[in-house]
């Protein structure tokens, strides 16, 4: 990390008078995307499996998708295998299958840092950040506020530090005091600098998702042919629910798949408002919309790095607000799991609550979703760290405290805590110590005590007495307190000099052309 | 519920100036045990499963068990099949199978109103309330304080009110105020009055034991053959661990073995202090420990209801305190699922956290233990409501936020969540839609929105702006209100004043006898 003080100067002062006391602040879990040793949870039987695919091929085949972008509705009809009215576009259910059956089942992503690479597909999970709120609540603030870019870079030092995030999605709060033109110059400068892991680009514009690629392919220092060779980023896409995409998504959609980047599709299929109030239908009609974006990239490059999202969750039906980390949620989710192993899709899921605030129901709703991930076998989990109010809010307590979340699932899945060979059955152990005295001191524990258990970084297993006299904290305000200390010693991923020189040029050049256009 | 006014005459201004208001005050969920229709997660494989059975028929076989107590050694000793040196007993596995093999794999407890039976062993779920803390802790009092038997009534109205809780296992804070030698007696008037779900007894001498057999019977009208014909309540025994069992824990044991009542056995095997470092050898240690009492009940009278219950956890090696809800917490009470389905027995595990107070930690701590036991098949989870602490503290707020967790299991275990039926996948709902509006007017969601979806009575699902205008209440302020008007509008559930009369004289007349022998 020889250049860190040379970034310094040339990044600014954004990391403020930062305290370098290295970057123990807490005592994590090393680098180790899980393998998810579980038997998926699958409520579905095979005729259930089987009643969700038809549905889902009927409203393709009867029903159809708009597609709001000429180019692909170009690229359908050059197919052959679809029926065009105007900008509704329908496909035969072998037609689906035939061109859904190119998409890899497991491909890489590999970013900056190649030792960061996440696979998609097999038995692989990995977590990313909150992406996208407009709005950012911390203890010290205490109210909800527009995000500006400091608080962007805050949640993108705590993507990078916790070695249980494993990619960082977008933007894990919308910069609000930098122009939407050239907003996504400033935070994917920010992104590649302060993080190595993959990035992500939105898809609104073609402006836009073609400088991020070219971002990132000068922060991997890559030849245009060596970013071409495989997935070095990625993009998430939503539909317009119902039964619609809409043009800049298909058309970010398109420029990634023609340069062999990573496709995941994720409609937002609330039941009861954008999709039948009944689960299965609501992820039947996900099927359909996330299949047509699949079909397309297939289309485009037979083999396409593909993943399927899902995002069905229900509404309060007495307000209509959405609600997230319910039990509708967790069975859409565990069912959209078994559809993709159907499909042989890499799946995406995600770590969501409707809780406004760092507190119990935000706890509850948050393992709720997160767990119901890992159930459905998902392989990448979006928005798993610092998600707030159904997306509207990051928070840095949420982000500490979901962290801890993911790292127990990280040890959960380490096999050492099922392990049943003569060691772990211990039986010599337990005739040493017989009916008389404890385990705390014999040898086949002293081999073990170091490493044998999870050890929490911010739940207190203190007692109640020692709790309360070292102050009687709160989690969310522990979690506080690990955001300040993670930030004040915060230490960027090393960057070769003439990268950065690269990437900051780009980011001067594209401003002085004028960024991207806005609508505003 | 005629005898109320009576009944609070007689009971004493125990329940205050209670402002009578129904007992609508959330909107909860009927009483309806779950059915748990997902396959356990199953971390071993068989050979793990052999391997675990191999090591508790070993510990058995060739370490033994020391039983501090005369008459169930003389029933070991008799039965022919031990080698008992002092108090030492050994035994061989075709002699522990042999005897395993007598109890039911399902059996059903039937307190006082038949109608809150509930069912050990196959598919079915049960949840208690928090047993046995010390210590209380509610926000008004913001401190740890020793429990009362008001406070004790308190959480057994709780407890009663709570649909989703299913039986009242023990005292859910213990009454220090009531001298311990009469204790049981007003504590069980209370419990068998204020509640009319299953009830339990502690181990804790003969007379207390005798004393809560007679007034489950007296409280359900039995005669005493009635009684026996099934249980009509349970006990839940704790080994001595490392293996251990005690004089009084066996002896209540082998009175409710012979009176035909629920047995549970649940060792406290806490993996590198009671039990081996490693969770295999734990849970081994665990299960020797508790089919040495399901044999003991079957040598008593062959065919006794007995459950293995699991309480394998860790402790934080850097101190010395259990742990609970961690990551291995959950691997140990699903590979004990594994186990009891393989001995054919009922389980026993429990909703429990080291947290200190209802915040974000209790709820990760308690998610992690509650879905743990969903996903190890478990039948029956005691402390599924209330517990902080690592059990030395009981608190409402605390009781009715798990609660809002409990409903969640029980409503994802709705199997409409997952039906896919043409109804469900709504292809017609979905082509009336198309492209354009949305399902919140249409007929097939106005058909259903009132019972669509899970309904919370605590969550928050409003946006930030609507909960902050409401005053901004984290959610364990929120739940101690919920608490507070609980109880305020509490209503007993009926009771025959005869009943209640008997129970009453019952009461005084072993008060005046001086109650229960004590130690001090």
Redesign the interface.
Known sequence: MADVPKRRKRGGGRAGNADRRGRAVIDQMPWAPPIN???P????NE??VL??H??AM??LE?????ILNPEALEIFRASGGCTIEGE?VRMGRDFVMEHVAKAPPEWTITPRNPERAITMGGRHLNFGNVSSPP?Y?DMEIG??VTGTREMCANLLKLSQYFNCVHFVGGYPVEPQDIHASIRHLDVLYDKLTLTDKVAHAYCLGKERVEDVMEMVRIAGGHTHEEFESGPKMYTNINSTS???HDYPMLDGWMRLARRNQGLVVTPFTL???????????AV??SLAEGLVAVVLAQLIRPGACCAIGTFTS????????P?FG???Y??AT??TGQLARFYKLPMRASGVC????????????T??SL?SAVQSGAHMVYHAAGWL??G??ASPEKFV?DC??LQ??Q??M?PI?????P?????D???E????G???GIQ??QD???T????PY????????A??AAG?V???QR?HQVYRDIIASYEEPPMEDSIREELGAFVERRKSEGGAPTDF
């Not at 060691?423 to 039986?427: H, K, V």
């Not at 044998?452 to 050890?455: E, H, I, L, T």
């Not at 911010?458 to 007495?465: A, G, K, M, Q, V």
Request: hydrophobic fraction near 40%; charged fraction near 25%; avoid cysteine.
């Open positions: 040793l579980d038997r949870t699958e409520p579905l005729a259930g009643a969700i038809d549905g009927r409203i009867e029903i159809g998708m708009q509704k709005s609540w109210k909800k119902p039964l619609k039941a009861g408002a954008m999709a039948p109030v009944t689960m299965s239908g039947a009609q229900n509404v309060d039906m007495k307000s209509g607000a609600a319910t039990p509708e967790m069975r565990q069912m409707a809780a406004n605030v760092p507190d119990g129901q935000a706890m509850w709703e393992s709720n767990w109010e159904g509207l809010i405290m801890e979340i127990h699932i040890r959960y380490d805590l099922t392990a049943t060979g060691d772990e059955i211990a039986l152990a337990i005739r110590v017989g009916g008389e404890h385990y705390f086949h524990t073990r005590y170091t044998a258990f999870y050890q911010l739940s207190d297993w203190r007692n109640f007495e709790w309360e009687g709160w989690t969310a979690a």
